[in-house]
């Protein structure tokens, strides 16, 4: 996990290098990741067998569509784009990868969830899987179910660029500071600077608007997505290196263990296959210099 997040760290000079190379082979979008049909073509499909009756898998078989909670507007991770109307990243395209692994096609329907709906769009039915940098925790394992890991990544501190004195999560404390609502951004301030003020928000973009409208001085939130941000709009900063380490989980109704038994064997098999590779290098990877990561070990961590 170590070695994973370290990966993504040099994420922050490596943009600079490609704003100097100016790669023509980079997302027409900022901040997007590169079209995905060469790899989902590779993507595996179950056996039939693999789909069992009166499964959630033989469901979304038959409905012929994986009804995802996901973003549309988190860069290289689940992103819109304008000019082609598909949703494109990582969490986007694995979840494609998933769908074609059930159905045959990468048939996906995404529902735009936010961090503190995401459990009750699983428990009542409204979704089959989450892909949205949901962190594994074992409170919100009492809620939902969690395959993998399938990525981790780790909290960090975003500035507007200039912004002076913030050089670790200590010195948060007395200050305003932003946070995505139900994201365990929020108890890692509280211990580690207790007299922050927190101010809460629904969404990745809602945090960056209010960061540069200095309605708080510093937003802490998962590395990968500020990774993209700080590609996207460089009047960001990021200004400490990861201080936590986040394990991503697929999301899943809570006791479908037919369903989680499944969707890590599919895991499993993209991973051995170098089709989760491929997907990371299409999106984060298009920032990130080097080989991609090796993927954490499935069922590693506690809630997993």
């Known amino acids: 996990m170590k070695k994973m997040v370290a990966a993504v760290a040099v994420a922050v000079s490596a943009m600079s290098a490609l704003a100097a190379c100016g790669d023509a082979s980079s997302p027409a979008v900022p901040g997007a990741a590169k079209p995905s049909d060469d790899v989902l073509a590779q993507a595996p499909v179950a056996a039939a067998a693999d789909i069992l009756p009166g499964s959630t898998m033989e469901k979304i078989k038959q409905r012929g569509e994986l009804i995802v909670g996901g973003s549309l507007d988190a860069p290289l991770l689940s992103q819109q784009n304008p000019a082609t109307g598909q949703v494109e990243g990582f969490d986007a395209d694995l979840g494609k990868a998933l769908a074609k692994y059930i159905i045959g096609e990468p048939k996906v329907k995404i529902v735009n969830s936010a ?63 932003l946070a995505g609502a139900n994201t365990p951004a929020i ?13 809460t928000f629904g969404s990745d973009p809602e945090c960056l608007q209010a960061l540069k409208q200095d309605r708080g001085v510093a937003y802490v939130q998962d590395e990968t997505l500020l990774i993209a941000d700080a590609k996207k709009d460089p009047s960001i900063e990021i200004v ?64 997993s």
């Open 240 to 303: 400490t290196k990861p201080f936590t380490v986040d394990p991503y989980g697929i999301g899943l109704k809570h006791g479908d263990d037919q369903m989680k038994a499944f969707t890590n064997a599919w895991l499993k098999k993209i991973q051995d296959t170098g089709v989760w590779q491929k997907v990371w290098k299409n999106s984060i990877g298009t920032v990130v210099t080097g080989d991609a990561p090796q993927p954490p070990q499935i069922g590693s961590v506690p809630g």
């Open 115 to 177: 961090s503190e709906t995401r459990e009750a769009l699983l428990s009542n039915g409204t979704v089959d899987v989450v892909f949205q940098t949901y962190t594994i925790t074992k409170e919100r394992a009492d809620q939902v179910a969690f395959a993998g890991p399938y990525y981790t990544s780790g909290l960090t501190i975003a500035v507007k660029k200039g912004t002076t004195g913030i050089t670790k999560p200590e010195d948060l404390n007395g200050k305003k500071v």
């Open 187 to 199: 108890p890692a301030i509280k211990k580690l600077a207790p007299q922050a003020e927190i101010l």
